[in-house]
């Protein structure tokens, strides 16, 4: 399909699930382990983040949280979804936390897992910052794609599942060239600056959240202190709640899949059966490019 910028894949019918992935990722990284169960019951739709993936990105303009929020909002227009319950992981989670900041009638409740929410201190920053420098952080990253990245990405890619193991069928479906090569570092790049400047616009936002939000982070977590992110930023948002997932790393999609579609049934559902939280907040396969 045709018409944007942004790729996406869907399966099922029904109310609209939409899911978004994190940092050195693409949009199968949530797909894999959640579409098959969400679509049982929903029309769900992942998509790929502005510069990741099959998506396009216009360099220093699409590198906030913010803007990436509105990309995806501007690609859930065309394809006709409303009011849809939105799943988001680590950086993604930032991105659904900033899309029903900015656009809450398009929302109908978010499931942030483990998402960055305040400005702070980056590995990735170091890491991939410099390839964000315009001209010479161009040529950074052609080198170190042919260098450092070959060895240096599969263990970050194996440090983000600690404790845990990387799901042996996930580590054969998922297409890791898709989220490799100079563009896709250079995007990191860009991601990971821009969390100062938009995080501290999202930190004064949080009290004005109209949507009702769910986070959820493992309290194995090496990537995201989730004490620091998700539990304080739950405790500024009305109808926000936050839960612990014990012994579980950063990428918990893949290992409680059953609770997070739990919560966003909750969500739909309009209450908090599922685990017990009040909602709060308003009343209620394809592939291409959005």
Known sequence: MTGGDIAYVEAGTGTPVVLIHGTLMALEDVWLPLAPFLSERHRVV????????????????????????????????????????????????????????????????????APLCFPEPRLEQVLFGPRAVPGTGDELAAILARTLDRGMLPLLRRAIFLPQAVPPGFAERFPWAYASGPERMIAEGEDAVSIWTAMGRA???YPTCRVPVRILGGTADIVVNNALHGAVASALMPGARFAWLRGTGHMLHHFHQDRIVAEVEALIAGAGAATGWPCGGPAPPAAGAA
């Open 46 to 113: 992942a998509f790929d983040r502005p510069g990741h993936g099959f998506s396009a990105r216009r360099r220093f303009v699409d590198a906030s949280p913010w803007r990436q929020a509105e990309a995806i909002r501007e690609a859930m227009d065309r394809l006709g979804i409303r009011r849809s319950v939105v799943v988001g992981h680590s950086f993604g989670g930032t991105v659904a936390l900033c899309l029903a900041l900015s656009a809450p009638e398009a929302v109908s409740g978010v499931v942030a897992l």
């Open 203 to 205: 930190a004064a936002a």
